[in-house]
């Protein structure tokens, strides 16, 4: 019997190759942007999942209140660890204070190279389970060791034993060798970290580093810990709470400080955080996403019932002449299913072969590395079950709706489907619809916005500014030597120092006071120190007042202020203003001389915040160079590599453009544009494809129809307007469901954005319009061929 | 009204050739009731096929109102016949998803009748069928016989010239069969050409003439008034 079904469904696989091509490659690239969904959904979910301790590490966070609202970060004061370990110990296994990870120069022997590597406390390599390939959990017991990863050992000493070689980072703290690790895993918090260096020597690394030992007011470090074994995060969370506000200065208590857990399980998917409360971050991508890749293939299963059920009225006899020799129900339902099955496994087998096809674009846009997971047993049983429930039930409808004609009726030829049997068909068309306008409206969005950020005035000119970082001391007194030159080869018009890149603020302070100061104001500003050209050499806007000049000596203790500090500090006339930083006896006097226009250095999509710019050549660690507009980039860039390399031979050049920098910031955002465009334009074409077969049928079903209005005259513009009428009444019906639905959503996930688009009626115009022609131009093809059609056929047929 | 001369029209599979008509010719006059008969296969309902421009010959001349149509292309035909060609057929051919109304308003819609008039027009030919009260049904409500009527009212809406009637009654007991006939009879009596092909002696009784057919060609001509 069971033969039979398969044979009988093979044959009907053949005998209509049109719907099975379209039911198979529809289904087939359902199950593959469903497979990918899942992969990279597997990927997200089990982040850091490698760390042994998973469950039981946290990273320590606080919540501080200014001007009534509550920031949250997880920058935390250097004595609070001890404080931790004294005080609250039982409450911990491991606590372990880190500094920032970043990239350092690591010497050994004549190499120089730029890895990236954390300070970290001894137990840091334990709590975290390094898989250590060489030397033990202790290796960073003594202050001058380092243990390195086994690509760094390799890219040092190739395949000479690492152990007990000396290095040197940053030109000047002697470690050597004493532990190599296992590469992390690119899918956690630690990827790509090269060394850990010992926080003991961390410690003694810088004159400011140990002056924090007792400062509760600087949050430079990192801690991270692992509770203890007999506890939960929250009753820790309890018990440390005020840990850090006890301390701080009574002048600091107002920002009421309060110290929680992060736990490991949120780092990577619950990051955001809005007035002191979690707030959700990456996992909602993670929950679009599934819903996307379930739509996605709902949209799939729809093509295959609409056309399954669409071609039973074709197979009505069949399964009359079935009945009539003895089939019952139950059996019928059966060959129903077999076959229905049957398309679903041979659409698995072509879904693998087209994720594995798709997997490198995709891999590229997630910037992952997913691998289809060919040798695990559980992603065959997932798969093959998935494909099962799947065929299950994109074969239930035609399974029982077919079983269940009458037999007498089907061959007296006085069968007919009733008006309402196409309504069903026309429901699961109209959700087709509207998820793929859906997807195409939000895709539009999402580039909207993008475009609009990226439009937005920053304030100086971006083009050609170079940024290279002062790794080492190796760069300080050389500024003038290497101005000098750069200056005589053409290379470069201007170059400047900073305290921060163009494309980010290292640095804010408070403390500052002013005449006529809003008493109640928690100020906070942005402070950036830079040299005397800074202005003239990324070419920002003078409102008010005048640069900052080598004419005046008085410039050491002059300020200049972005419009929004002017309008923070409710300043009616600033230039002129004395604005006081401190309040003990070492307090200084600023005068501000004068306003720019606000510079975009951070997010493109916040505000741009109020921004107090010093003049200082001690407390910078960038060089900004403007590239000469006249000559070539690169012979320009290869200019400036070589002066460098003269007067700082022992750095290796590294350099960033403050362009490029700055389009990285919108990475995230357009992952999520390249998805969606993805989806949505996948989303349309399954759609398309059942509305193509879904045409045919119905052209086919009217054929005689279409035969008789063509006897009495119909012309063929007629024809085609009857038969193309129904499918954008649909079309308009998926307009009207999804233009509220996605505006909703997508004004949702706009106000995540403080500058933001509009989401302007075109957007649905354009989408209604694009999806109403692709309609049409699918029916048509259907329609004219109908109507082309001799009648005589048709109707002789009867 | 109708003039064909040696007309050939054969059919071809990939493995037999079928002769349908074979040299045939024949004429009709304006005003005539003709009927056609023959078994099966003998190219009657090839003959109607042609001669309401549905089907072009191989060979062969035809023409209709003094025009040779045997090489109109499909848009000229189109046109000749939605202003003077009405069909009825043995299974009706209505259309399920249209009321009578509406089945009847059809012809008017392509041939461009404004919608007052479509609608003076559909009722005067409805009441001539004396299907009136049945105008908002849907043709699977009603009986054979009261689909056929509804057919012929769609046929005679737009005051064709000519009507092509294949085997009008034979989806009919003999009841509505007469009606059907008695209805044909009429419209001939007002003026309307009618070419009808039948199986039944009876139906060809209302005619004035039968053309009988075997292999695509004539063999005898009866001439009844």
Redesign the interface.
Known sequence: MFKNHFKIAWRNLLKDRMSSVINIGGLAVGMAVALLIGFWIYDEVNFNKSFKNYDRIAQLMQHQTANGNISTFNGMPLPLGKELQTNYGNNFKYVVMTSWAGDGIITAGEKNLSKRGIFMDEDGPRMFSLKMIEGSYDALKYPNTIIISSSMAKAFFGNDDPINKPMKIGHKLDVKVTGVYEDIPLNTEFAGLEYIAPWSLYLTSEKWIKQSEAAWDNNSFQIYVQIADHTAFDAVDRNIMHSKNIHDAPEDKKYNAQVFLNPMRDWHLRTHFENGIRTGGPIEYVRLFSIIGIFVLLLACINFMNLSTARSEKRAKEVGIRKSIGSLRGQLVMQFYVESLLIVMVAFALSLVLAQLILPWFNDVASKKMIIPWNNPFFWIAGLGFSFITGIIAGSYPALYLSSFQPIKVLKGTFKVGRLAAIPRKILVVMQFSISLALIIGTIVVYNQIQFSKNRPIGYNRNGLMMIRMKTPDFYGKFGLLENELKNSGAVEQMAESHSPLTNVYSSNNGFSWPGQNPSLDEDFETIWVTHDFGKTISWQLKEGRDFSKEFTSDSSAIIINESAVKYMGLKDPVGTIVKWGTDANAKNYKIIGVVKDLLMESPYDAVKQTIYFMDYDNVNWIILKLNPNKSAKQSISQVESVFKKYIPSVPFDYEFADREFASKFAAEERIGKLSTFFAGLAIFISCLGLFGLASFVAEQRTKEIGVRKVLGASLFNLWRLLSKDFLLLVMISLLIAVPLSYYFMNNWLLHYNYRTNISWWVFGISGVGVILITLLTVSFQALKAAVANPVKSLRSE | MIKITELEKIYRTEEVETIALNKLSIEVKDGEFVAVMGPSGCGK?TLL?IL?L??DPDKGSFIFNQIEVADFNERRR??L???NIG?V???F?????LTVFENVE??LI??GVKSADRKKRVEEVLDKVQIMHRRNHYP?QLSGGQQQRVAVA?AVVNKPKLILADEPTGNLDSHNGNDVMQLLTELNEQGTTIVMVTHSEHDAGYSHRIIRMLDGQTVTENILV
Not at chain 2, 93 to 97: G, K, V
Request: proline share 4%.
């Open positions: 309902s096929n309401g549905l089907d189109a046109d016949r939605k202003h069909f057929f043995q299974s051919n209505l259309i399920d998803e059809l012809p392509y041939t699977q769609r």
